[in-house]
């Protein structure tokens, strides 16, 4: 697997992925996702991150965030991940990494590539064959939309509206359960290597934009195109086992 990238570029929207150690089920339990949550809340709001997807799986994290001028994302994550470790092994009496070394990042551009990367969250616990449907999976942002909180709110609809053209939180909520047709489904649950590994995900122009903000630390790369889509990557991206089937939570006992 590539070394996890973590370039950030002030404005963009970014696709962070984490697993736990060894792929263990550290998240589990209802319980340690919702602390994760809890953290979540907290780090967005000190470090002005604004968050417009998420799913806590039973080893592995997904956020599709966006920051400001005024946003630290590097120190965002610094927070959130870490006071999730703490706890848990103050709480378990554990010693030793909660979660893999790197975290990865991917800048996703404003438009259908946004729709299918937050589709593409979305899906992950179907695509492992624990629940049916993402509605079934609390710890997610999917959940928070159809079930818009009071207090605490982890979304920011107004962002997300923004970046997808969309008018109200009503008619995201029709729009996202219009995502889970058959035929989409059915898309979705194949994994897909260029959300998780690629630098960059979008038009050719979106991504010679980000190779030229990233300069010499995109030298190497090169833009290509994957299925559908272009990406900014080293190589074409096949999905080599990521999140492989024995460790995913398809596999809980």
Known sequence: MPRANRYFI?????HLTHRCHEKDFLLKFG??????IHWLFQAKK???IKVLNYIATCNHIHLLVMDDSKGDI????????SRTAQEYNQLKCRKGAFWEDRYHATAIESDDHLMQCMMYISMNMVRAGVIQHPIQWKDSGFYEIQNPRKRYTIIDYPS???SLNINSINQLQLIQNEWITD???K?????DGKWTEAIAVGNPP??????QQLDVKARARSIHKSGEDYILADTEIPYNNIFDTKNDSSSIK
């Not at 002030?10 to 970014?14: D, E, S």
């Not at 590097?74 to 991940?81: D, E, T």
Request: charged share 40%; aromatic share 16%; hydrophobic share 35%.
């Open 10 to 14: 002030h404005g963009n929207i970014w």
């Open 183 to 185: 035929k989409t489904r």
């Open 31 to 36: 319980r340690e996702r919702r602390r994760w």
């Open 160 to 162: 997300l509206l923004k």
């Open 187 to 191: 898309h979705f649950l194949e994994r």
């Open 206 to 211: 979106f991504l010679e934009e980000v190779k």
């Open 74 to 81: 590097p120190r965002f994550m610094q927070l959130l991940q």
């Open 46 to 48: 000190r470090y002005r």
